[in-house]
């Protein structure tokens, strides 16, 4: 209940991101539930200082603040978390993280119809493809190369046709 009173009274600052700020000192020395609090207001925030503060929680040791961090990052609200959310992939400690950040990966790289330009899209599926090791870790990517126009996806989901696994998809 406080946790609500809290993000709704950080919902009304005139300035979120000098009150981010104000709250992202005390990070280090506040307690594990107020952390999660500050995570979840930085992603409420958004932009470079609430992305600082959620890398951090990422760069920790401490399972509850790691999960917490991705899971927002996974639905962050815009296009600067994607290199994190792809590195996240890369190194998750297992399976649900992978597909966490995949997924959150795949859904930033199609927020909007336009940007990135096409090849880029298709660039950023190729990177995303090269991690997917499972199969429904490859269909999450396949069903957002769907949608590239650009020849570079063309060649990526013709290459896909060689996993027996994902071969109906592409």
């Known amino acids: 209940l406080a946790a609500v009173a809290v993000k709704d009274s950080f919902a009304r600052q005139p300035d979120k991101q000098k009150s981010l700020e104000a709250l992202s000192r005390n990070y280090a020395s506040a307690a594990e539930p107020a952390k999660l609090l500050i995570l979840e207001i930085a992603q409420i925030t958004g932009g470079p200082q609430a992305l600082t503060v ?8 401490n399972k509850a603040l790691y999960d917490k961090a991705l899971r927002l990052l996974a639905a962050w609200p815009g296009r600067d978390a994607a290199p994190d959310l792809l590195q996240a992939a890369g190194n998750a400690p297992d399976d649900v993280g992978k597909l966490l950040a995949l997924g959150g990966y ?7 119809a336009n940007n990135p330009p096409p090849k880029e899209k298709a660039d950023m599926y ?23 126009k650009d020849p570079a996806a063309l060649k990526l989901l013709t290459d896909c046709l060689g996993d027996a696994g994902v071969r109906a998809e592409a």
């Open 54 to 61: 959620v890398r951090g929680a990422m760069e920790k040791k």
């Open 106 to 112: 795949i859904r930033i790289i199609g927020l909007d």
């Open 126 to 148: 190729a990177s995303a493809w090269k991690l997917a090791t499972r199969v429904d870790e490859k269909r999450l990517v396949l069903s957002g190369l769907a949608s590239v």
